[in-house]
């Protein structure tokens, strides 16, 4: 089963709303990251939040990860159209050598 | 651009066959990963090498092998193709063993 995963699975916004996507994971984590992948295309890093980091901004992102609940969220803010992808949470569990994928949010942004 | 290459792009064949997908990491990066993404199953990690050793293996079939080479280029080679295994392949690199990967594009599989 996968390690994360993301909540919603779709996700429907008008341009300039914010979207929020949840990440749920089952054990203990090194990082959790967060990456973007256009349709058919290659994944794209956003961000990287660290097991002792609570809160991460990168420009219009922000990462929240909460380890006693074992989720993180990642907000979008004014969302453009450009915006529309899928996010996909990874995490980098203790033990395990390669990041887990989850299954992604897909998000669309309506001009 | 990430920089992480590879080819072929796309790749058309039939149920029996053997295809080789080629993977060249950034400059500098010494860790390789091979993942396959499809439709059913989201995105599963296959192998990993780190300065041509194999790492840590995931999902990956007894038909599927692959090898880094001495430049760090790696090679995903799968054979007695099944229809289920038309995918996505995607070959990710990073410069140590954890921390953020950089895709290629993928390789797109499709076994007719």
């Known amino acids: 089963s996968q390690q994360g995963e993301e909540d919603p699975q779709a996700l429907s916004i008008q341009e300039g709303e914010n979207a929020t996507m949840n990440c749920s994971y089952k054990?203990?984590?090194?990082?959790l990251q967060w990456y973007r992948q256009n349709s058919g295309r290659g994944l794209v890093h956003l961000i990287l939040?660290?097991?002792?980091?609570r809160e991460k901004h990168s420009g219009r992102l922000r990462v929240t990860l909460d380890t006693s609940k074992k989720s993180s969220s990642l907000l979008i803010t004014a969302s453009r159209a450009a915006d529309t992808a899928s996010y996909f949470c990874?995490?980098?569990?203790?033990?395990?050598?390669?990041?887990?994928f989850g299954s992604g949010t897909r998000l669309q942004v309506q001009p | 651009d990430s920089g992480v290459t590879q080819t072929p792009k796309h790749l058309i064949t039939a149920t029996g066959q053997r295809v080789t997908l080629r993977c060249s990491p950034r400059?500098?990066?010494?860790?390789v990963y091979w993942y396959q993404q499809s439709l059913d199953q989201g995105l599963q990690f296959l192998i990993q090498?780190?300065?041509?050793?194999?790492?840590a293996k995931g999902n990956i079939l007894e038909r599927f092998s692959a090898q880094q080479f001495p430049d760090l280029h790696s090679e995903l080679n799968l054979s007695s193709l099944e229809l289920g295994d038309s995918a996505l392949y995607f070959c990710?690199?990073?410069?140590?063993?954890?921390?953020?990967?950089?895709f290629g594009e993928g390789s797109r599989l499709t076994v007719l």
């Open positions: 990710a690199s990073s410069v140590g063993l954890q921390g953020e990967l950089f």
């Open positions: 054990t203990s984590i090194n990082n």
């Open positions: 939040i660290r097991s002792n980091e």
């Open positions: 990874a995490t980098d569990v203790t033990g395990r050598r390669a990041l887990t």
């Open positions: 400059s500098g990066d010494l860790s």
């Open positions: 090498y780190y300065n041509g050793e194999e790492r």
